[in-house]
């Protein structure tokens, strides 16, 4: 019998989170013995508590923080977990979560994990912890640990910004490798053969750039290089990397950036330069910030609709929170390319 599969099949079937009895069948104690195990650990033996504490790893079990006689399961609270709040790439997306939240009598709680698992982990330890009823989240790609306990909590998930026909839960977002094919396809048809990326090192970013580099190498074009620069990107960063690029890479008619802070800086450099943008290089951002239509040039960029991926995250949550079933769990929401003078 699989063991630490069941709580997560059985909580995803709308049967509750995994409990503390659960936790004390596994480790074949008593409840109120696993209880003292977790809250006062000296109170048992060590044969004890090394049982309870397996029985939580293997079930993904996270002490409710709100225990204690609330009269309530419903906590009227949805946390969301974001990489960033540096830069402006996710702030349209928090922006119409809260308000549509709102609308429904729920209140936002945000998170910052920065771009590593064991930060992801330990935020959403403490959100579980205080049971809200969603969780909103950036990205498809958690530790094993971080699934085991989203699963296990039988609270809805919204996975954003991404795509993958398997979420945890639910899922809103867009192929990062379709864009990288289609801003190829782009910069091909306005005639630039050699390409160069300029990107942050977080993994959505890989996939959308190594994309990129094997499009270009299908068709027919020479390889891309390829520069890597801290998350969350900067200005400053789009400057060296440029300036890397132009010692390594001479001849390079045409720069995809991860972002348009990234764009702005190459675009920045090349000025400094003297190299004239698009007449002897060619720049796509991404993300479609407000300022990228107000450069000179305009910037070139990929357009995702991040205020769309809140709206449809809240409407999620609220479904689920409220009891309805949600029968389409993967909405994409696809991209454009704006087009303008930076390309």
Known sequence: ????????????????????HDVAKLAGVAPITASRAL????????????????????????RNGLAGGLASTRSRLVAAVVPTIAGPVFLQTIQSLTEALAEHGYQLMLGQSGY???????????????????????????????????????????????????????????SHAEVGRAVVDFLRAKGHRQLAVVAGDDERSRRRHQAFRDAARAAGLPEVPLIYVPAPTTLKSGRAALAELLATTPGIEAVFCSSDLLALGVMTEAQAR???????????????LEFAA??????????????????????????????????????????????RASA
């Open 39 to 62: 809250n006062t650990p000296a109170q048992v033996s060590p044969e004890v508590l090394r049982k309870v504490t397996d029985a939580v790893a293997r079930t993904g079990y996270v």
């Open 274 to 288: 003297g190299i004239a943008v698009p007449q002897q290089l060619a720049v796509v951002g991404f993300g479609d």
């Open 1 to 20: 019998m699989n063991t630490e599969a069941s709580p997560a099949r059985r909580n995803r079937r709308g049967s509750g989170a995994v409990t503390l």
């Open 116 to 174: 590593t698992e064991s930060r992801e982990d330990a935020l959403l330890e403490a959100i579980i912890g205080r049971r809200p009823d969603g969780i909103v989240l950036t990205g498809i790609l958690h530790s094993v640990e971080g699934r085991r306990r989203l699963l296990a909590a039988g609270i809805p998930v919204v996975e954003t910004w991404d795509l993958t026909p398997t979420p945890l839960d639910m899922l809103v977002g867009f």
């Open 294 to 339: 107000d450069l000179h040039p305009a910037l070139s960029t990929v357009r995702i609709d991040s205020a769309a991926i809140g709206r449809q995250a809240a409407r999620f949550i609220v479904e689920r929170a409220e009891g309805r079933e949600v029968t389409e769990r993967v909405v994409d929401i696809g991209f454009s390319i704006v087009e």
